[in-house]
């Protein structure tokens, strides 16, 4: 009976997941800029840097941009995934008993001030 409904261990997950969406959130919003200003310089360019450096540079900003809005947009949010972990526990069954208990209770506290 020492069992754990949800294991701690979820709880702990839970939270590093939303620090890492945040710094995902943060992560790209700064590759943003950097492209943004990276696209100015680019376009306002003397000729002194090569094509094939500024087209590589281009292409990690742009891949490292990608990734952090696709750990931004899935990563869950802490509530929704405790709601989704509330939600595993919430079955027919398990609303059934928890009634069940609930009137058992009230009888109880109603036969104890009827004495």
Not at 31 to 54: M, T
Request: net charge negative.
């Amino acid at each position: 009976m020492n069992e754990y409904l949800i294991s701690p261990s979820w709880l702990y997950w839970i939270d590093v997941l939303s620090v890492v969406k945040t710094g995902a959130t943060i992560a790209f919003a700064l590759l943003l800029a950097s492209v943004g200003i990276g696209a100015v310089i680019y376009c306002c360019d003397c000729g002194d840097i090569q094509d094939l450096l500024k087209k590589k540079f281009t292409y990690v900003l742009l891949s490292a941009m990608v990734v952090s809005l696709l750990m931004a947009l899935f990563i869950p949010s802490k509530t929704t995934m405790v709601e989704m972990m509330i939600a595993q526990y919430a079955t027919h069954e398990n609303i059934q008993y928890s009634i069940e208990t609930i009137k058992e209770i009230a009888d109880y506290i109603l036969r104890a001030v009827g004495k």
